[in-house]
């Protein structure tokens, strides 16, 4: 009988423990501009789902990705700490990861909110993209693999969405191509015809060896660019389940649903415990995709229906929660790792690239378009439905606000740069705690925002910005993508200095004709960024050229037939989460 009444005690207190620990769904999407969603005043494109969410619970409207590119951002996402105290913030032209078979990742020391949660109790899973690395040394180590870094179950594409991994697509390697082949190509072409011309005229005679080494040079460079253009899709573009490969190359077919349909038996398997889900969905980056539910329905080609398709999984999920009964009890959280990618244009014309909304600039860049983003946190009888915050947020600000609620205290041993999210979101304060964020364009910083105390005044000093092209654009279509560093951009000294405030659209810089404080003003931006500086440390650049480049041997495949990668062990129900 004692041994009875201690079993029901202990299931009582089992139970109470897990009532009290909230659950934590975070969708995150990928280059979504903030003008696409309806609730974020978005007329034509149809995201019902997303403003449900909207509605039943808190829009941020200066809500701000910590990095301006997808793999720095989610690192800061995942760890509540700017990119580059974590080596995640590159010091080159390429800001993110394009192999999988590259060493670099997100660092095994690094703490993220699911090794938090997990050591609280909480089952954890990822559905979706990662983008922050796989293996370190071996192909068997997985230190940089989400299963790592806290979660119980990965189901998703280690690596990223992008035009390499959809036939008929394009490429991102273009201006490569160009650079490393097509060039070359052109020269050995030249030098051919100059060695036949002068030939002929009688003024040289080349030995025969000359045009068979340039032949073979040629031809050598010809079959690099094939076999990259026939492997890199199955190498880089594929499913796993945690660490084993499921569809390789992926395939696009029904991948939203089949992903949700996966998130969602996740919610379903653990309704009785303390859970955290991410689902982070592959749309909007290129290629686009969407099923034959949604193709061709939106008024905004592919891009609209993919963002309608990705709406329809919001739905899903939110749902599934109601369903179980656990919206009360679940705090959910919608955003985008940064903002629209506005070069996306296809040769035919067609706009690829999202809505930025009013804001200037977009993906790859610091501007407002750049770096201002959806958010929306839910949380029914917690957050008051239907308000709207203009206070300065980050996506860092989760790690810490995940935390507390789930009874984890934070690392002491590291600085975190997000601020606990639940005093400005339950109105028990009205201003942010962030006076100043520090916006980097890859490991450089770019400018500082500042929120001075006791005033709404919201000024940002850029200390170079990048040179859009062609002159008058609203990005850098000229290269795909902004750059950070010499030629691509102009430094300005004094910093050039905007009130956000009052000037959104970044349009009029100030003067200290127009701006009576400009030089007080610069000073105390200054100041805060030379502060910061003084908090980071050196650490390895998980980003540098040798951490980037494809590693033979930390390739994963799911056959031995040398590099011919081909399976597909996907269930199309999805139905394998824990």
């Not at 008024?299 to 749902?319: K, N, P, R």
């Not at 009890?329 to 040769?347: I, K, R």
């Not at 850098?476 to 009052?502: A, K, M, N």
Request: proline content about 6%.
């Amino acid at each position: 009988m004692m041994t009875l009444l201690l079993l029901l005690l202990f299931l009582c207190e089992t139970q109470s423990w897990a009532a009290s620990k909230p659950n934590f769904v975070l969708l995150m999407a990928d280059d979504l501009g903030i003008g696409d969603p309806g609730c974020y005043g978005n007329k034509t494109l149809r995201t019902p789902n997303i403003d449900r969410l909207a509605r039943g619970g808190v829009k941020l409207t200066q809500h701000l990705a910590a990095s301006p590119l997808c793999t720095p951002s989610r690192a800061a996402f995942m760890t509540g700490r700017y990119p580059v105290r974590s080596g995640m913030a590159s010091q080159s032209q390429v800001g993110v990861f394009l192999f999988s078979a590259s060493s670099g990742g997100l660092p095994p020391s690094e703490i993220t909110f699911a090794k938090l949660l997990k050591d609280q109790g909480y089952s954890t899973a990822l559905i979706g993209k990662w983008h922050l690395g796989i293996s370190c040394h071996d192909p068997g180590d997985f230190c940089h693999h989400p299963t790592s870094h806290g979660f119980d179950y990965f189901h998703g594409l280690p690596l990223t969405n992008m035009r390499d991994c959809k036939l008929g697509e394009g490429s991102v390697f273009t201006a490569a191509f160009r650079l490393l082949v097509l060039l070359p190509m052109q020269l050995i072409a030249l030098a051919l015809l100059t060695l036949v011309v002068l030939k002929w005229l009688g003024l040289f005679r080349a030995p025969p060896c000359a045009f068979l080494f340039l032949f073979l040079l040629a031809t050598l460079l010809l079959g690099l660019l094939l076999g990259f253009l026939h492997y890199f899709r199955p190498l880089n573009c594929f499913l796993m389940r945690n660490r084993d490969i499921t569809q390789q190359p992926m395939s696009y077919d029904n991948l939203t649903q089949r992903l949700t349909a996966d998130a969602a038996h996740f919610l379903r398997r653990n309704a009785e415990t303390p859970f955290l889900l991410v689902l982070s969905f592959l749309h909007m980056h290129t290629a686009l995709f969407s099923s034959k539910d949604f193709a061709g329905k939106s008024q905004h080609g592919s891009y609209g229906d993919a963002a309608e398709e990705m709406d329809w999984s919001v739905g899903q999920i939110l749902d599934v929660l109601h369903e179980l009964k656990l919206a009360n009890n679940t705090l959910v959280y919608f955003s985008s790792d940064q903002g629209a990618h506005v070069e996306e244009v296809t040769v035919k014309g067609e706009v690829q690239g999202g809505s930025n909304g009013i804001y200037k600039g977009g993906k790859a860049n610091n501007w407002e378009g750049g770096i201002r983003v959806p958010g929306i946190v839910r949380w029914p009888g917690v957050i008051q439905a239907g308000l709207e915050i203009d206070e300065p947020t980050s996506n860092m600000d989760i790690f810490p606000t995940v935390a507390k609620l789930a009874g984890s205290p934070l690392p002491q041993d590291r600085v975190i740069d997000g601020r606990d999210l639940m005093p400005l979101l339950q109105m028990r304060t009205q201003r942010s705690e962030h006076e100043f964020l520090f916006h980097y364009c890859n490991s450089y910083l770019n400018a500082v925002r500042w929120h001075p105390p006791n005033s709404t005044s919201i000024w940002k000093a850029f200390f170079f910005t990048p040179k859009f092209s062609p002159e008058g654009a609203n990005g850098c279509f000229d290269t795909h993508v902004c750059f950070c560093y010499g030629q691509y951009v102009t430094y300005h000294d004094p910093p050039l200095l905007f009130e956000i405030s009052r000037d959104p659209r970044e349009r009029n810089p100030l003067t200290p004709t127009s701006e009576p404080r400009f030089w007080e003003i610069l000073e105390a931006m200054q100041e805060a960024a030379a502060r910061h500086a003084r908090t980071l440390q050196d650490v390895p650049n998980q980003l540098s050229l040798g951490n980037l480049m494809w590693k033979p041997w930390l390739q994963l495949c799911c056959s031995s037939l040398g590099l011919s990668c081909q399976c597909d062990r996907e269930d199309q129900d999805g139905r394998h989460s824990p």
